[in-house]
Every structure is written in C-alpha cells, then in structure tokens.
C-alpha cells in the first residue's frame, strides 16, 4: 500500500487532503501518519513531509506558492537578489492564513494552488516584483541551463507588459554566470556592443570583446578565487596583452555595488582601443 507521504514526496512535498483522497488516503490514514510523524499537518486540509524546504511550506501555511526569487532558486536558476522573505503568490483572488508572518503576498493573476511556482510563472513574477536586471539575469540562467524552450520563452514573452519584450529578445543561452548577464545588460543600455563567449587564440574563451580589441571579464566568485584561479588569470591576460588586446577584469561585488566605476572603466578603455584603431 502506497503511503500519503510517499504521495506527498512526489507531489513536491505540500499538497491538499483533497488530492490524497484521490488516491484512496483515507482521514483515519492521514491522522495515523501524521501520529507518527511521516506528515505534517501545516494548516487544516493541507499537509507536507517532514523534508519539504520550509520555505514551500512558509508559502503553503500563508495560503499559496512559493515563487519570485527563492522559487527560481529552487529551481536552479541564478538570482541577482537574495532575499530574506517569502514570498507567496497566492492567485488573482486568494486568502492568507499566516499570521505575524513577514512573507510578501503577491496577488498575480492565475490561480496558484500550493508548492512551488513553476519556472515561468516564477520568472514572470519575479519581472513584476524585482524589475528589468533580476527578471534578465534569471532568464539567461535559465535558458544556459536549457531549463526553457522556444515555445516557453514565448509564453513568457507574452505574459510580460509590451515594454518589457525587448528583455526577452535580447536573452541570449550562453551567458556563462548572472554578472555577465547583468553587465551585458547594463553595457547595452549604453550603447555598447559586445561580442559575447569569444574564443581567442592562446587565450581560450573570454567573456566579452569590446570593438574587436579590449578583452571584458566578469570574475564571479565560485570560478576566480584561489591562488591558482588568479594566477590562470594572469597568464591568460598575459597571453592576450601579446595579440595587442587590453584586458579589463570587475568582479561580483565592483559589478553589483559598484556599478559607476565599472561603468567609467569600461568607457575610458572602449575609448583608448578607439582611438588606437
């Protein structure tokens, strides 16, 4: 006989009563297996294993889905923002339950249900939530990750207001990290063009190349720290400086927190290749 929290488990670890008696759960089995603690009862109707990410079931006993930016991180997917709270969606109409909680209640359209919000929906929210360099970094993640398809990139498109599809246009798959989404995004409403994963010879692939001469790199901490990591670095700069290119490194924190100076390297270095060529 097939446990309700065997269900649960694969109904993403939050699901309503209604839907285990579907499956022949009876009350008497619901209270047995939440006695010996193979189910939680959260709320009335609504339960979960032990295992659900407490963030799920934050949502579920404020009365919907978990979604914006710890549900695209749910889903592997890079987020600019790390946000404290939960954030609940919970449906065009929906009702909260939690009390003297800090969860954020969104009120999208649609009807939500319980669990986690489905990647599109969860990237649409997080455009109307967070804005134009959350929405886009988290959707080059996604598509690197190849976790949407033409067909998705479409719906998502439509879903979004009129002025905010050109976001998705300009979404490329093969941002390798979320900064060098943000600073191609941030570079483009310059107006500055940028050849994107460039293989150099002897250098290997670069971040960017900017008017065919000055070499752009975003270090992201995971792939840049260590002794090791910067001397690789070094030698490949090293490699480029020979081939007549100028190399300018910014990492997380200069790109993120430091934006104007990373934005007044870049235009004095476009502007000595300039005038060089």
Known sequence: MVSAAHIVTHHGGVV???LLQQFGISRKRLSDEVHRGTLQRIRPGVFATPAADPDVVAAAEHGGVLTCGRALRLHGVWTLEHVAVVHVWLGGNGRSHHRGCRCVAHYFAGRAGLGLAALEDALVHVYLCAGDEVFFAAIESALAQRKLNRAARGRIRRRLLQHAHWLVDLARSDAASGLESLLRLRL??????LDCQVDVPTVGRVDFVIAGRLILEADGKDNHDGENHRHRDRVRDAAASVLGYETIRFDY??????????????I???ARVR???
């Not at 483009?188 to 063009?193: D, E, M, S, V, Y």
């Not at 200069?254 to 990373?262: G, K, L, T």
């Open 268 to 270: 004095a270095a476009v």
């Open 253 to 266: 924190a200069q790109i993120v927190h430091a934006w104007p100076s990373v934005e007044a390297a870049v």
């Open 16 to 18: 309503r009563g209604t």
């Open 275 to 277: 005038e060089r060529v």
């Open 188 to 193: 483009h409403l310059l107006g500055i063009r």
